[in-house]
């Protein structure tokens, strides 16, 4: 096999094949496929797409270049992945909610990308919390607690972690098929059962427009499928943050009020939607609402707490976390609100500017190597639809300094619009698919 001969099958838009792409993605991994060949492939797969079978072959060739878990589990293991959006701390919620129903969720996670936040950076704002476990650790927490959110090992799809760097700067990331074959890569990994995908759709989410959300869930949801685990998928709203709060430590502090306090809205309806999804398909439910309905059992009566605690303690944090969450999250020294401008209705937010702005206060990375502040964020942000009284606050900051803080209301004042007449608000979920 010769890397030439696949790129000019997808130049001569002919199907490189199975045998090819397993050859191609293993040369990836071993780096017998130069910089310059993995670029010209992504070009070609990006300008000539692939046809269903193709996206499942480099699929599975990809999941297949480097370690694979297996699983021996009373009970079956299920995950699911966000495809990226602001305030959305789903992951932290439902993991522990699904382990309280029986299910075993070995959730390989990743850092923000872009004006989104990553789940592994969230978990890292609880003091002491270590995410990077070998492979035994992994196991062990998994089958004591039913639950562990980590990050990959270096050997754990190699193929796409060299592709993917390759496509940051050949311009192009935004290729459905490859898109899918980068997420579902990992996860199959894993060794999952059952997987639910939460493709996000909106102002705050990769995918802006309800056309280009719906083919990247489909193109999931069959390339998953095609490749041996049972998916489904959700196209939920993105127009403004999931939670009230984006930023690491405050979404951490948002999910622990589902969990602990019993909190209300789209962040504790969301994670029962697609819990009841994944209960229904991995066996443990009837059907969706009675998973639903069990997913909101664990949560009201704290067992899924409990097990986020346990996890915590298993990763290094605080022994007593869940009793005790708000003593050990970190503040950051300047919080302000910030004063809607005018009388009126909260009609839209440029939720991908909010995200960003977060970024800009430290709470994501600009660079590869920027260390995050866990504690600058946005809190207590204002709802699509709401009325709001000039000099009533939108959202309050938090910032690591006061020249931080006014850049970061800034901001928010352009990114948060106003007007007399209310908005026609989205569903939070606008199709299943699957």
Avoid at 125 to 142: D, N
Avoid at 410 to 427: H, K, Q, S, T, Y
Wanted: with cysteine; charged share 20%.
């Amino acid at each position: 096999m010769d890397a030439r001969e696949v790129i000019a099958r997808l130049r001569r838009e002919e199907p490189p094949g199975e045998a090819a792409l397993r050859w191609f993605a293993q040369g990836l991994a071993d780096g017998t496929v130069s910089d310059a060949q993995a670029g010209a492939f992504a070009m070609g797969v990006c300008l000539r797409g692939l046809g269903e079978a193709e996206r499942v072959a480099l699929t599975q060739a990809m999941r297949d270049s480097g370690t694979r878990l297996a699983w021996d589990m009373p009970g079956p293991v299920l995950d699911k992945h966000s495809t990226g959006g602001i305030g959305d701390c789903v992951s932290l919620v439902l993991a522990p909610a699904l382990a309280a129903c029986g299910a075993y969720v070995p959730m390989i996670s990743g850092r923000g990308l872009g004006h989104t936040g990553g789940t592994l950076d969230k978990m890292e704002a609880i003091p002491g919390l270590v995410t990077g476990v070998s492979e035994a650790r992994f196991r062990a927490i998994v089958d004591e607690v039913g639950c562990a959110i980590v990050s990959a090992s270096a050997d754990f799809a190699p193929a796409d972690k060299r592709l993917y760097a390759i496509r940051d700067v050949t311009a192009t990331v935004e290729s459905v098929d490859l898109i899918t074959a980068s997420i579902l890569s990992k996860k199959l990994a894993a060794g999952l059962e059952g997987l639910v995908l939460d493709v996000k759709c909106g102002s705050g989410a990769f995918m802006k427009t309800p056309e280009a959300a719906r083919a990247l869930a489909e193109a999931l949801v069959t390339t998953a499928n095609g490749a041996g685990c049972s998916t489904k998928a959700v196209i939920s709203d993105m127009n403004q943050p999931l939670a009230a709060s984006l930023g690491n430590a405050l979404e951490v502090a948002a999910s622990m009020d589902v969990l602990c306090d019993g909190a209300r809205g789209a962040l504790r309806d969301l994670t029962v939607v697609l819990g009841g999804m994944l209960l229904e398909g991995g066996g443990l439910a009837r059907d969706a609402e009675a998973g639903a309905a069990q997913i909101g059992a664990a949560l009201d009566s704290g067992a899924a707490a409990e097990r986020f605690g346990r996890m915590v303690a298993m990763m290094g944090g605080p022994l007593r976390f869940a009793e005790d969450w708000r003593r050990f999250l970190p503040e950051a020294p300047v919080i302000r609100e910030v004063a809607a401008p005018q009388a009126g209705y909260v009609t839209a937010m440029e939720g991908e500017a909010l995200g960003l702005a977060v970024v800009r206060l430290g709470g994501g990375r600009q660079v590869e190597s920027d260390a995050v502040d866990p504690a600058v964020g946005l809190s207590d942000m204002v709802r699509l639809g709401a009325w709001v009284e000039k000099g009533a606050p939108l959202c309050r900051i938090h910032a690591a300094r006061e020249s931080a803080a006014d850049a970061a209301q800034a901001a928010v004042l352009a990114a948060v619009r106003i007007g007399p007449e209310a908005p026609v608000v989205p569903d939070l979920v606008h199709e299943r698919i699957g």
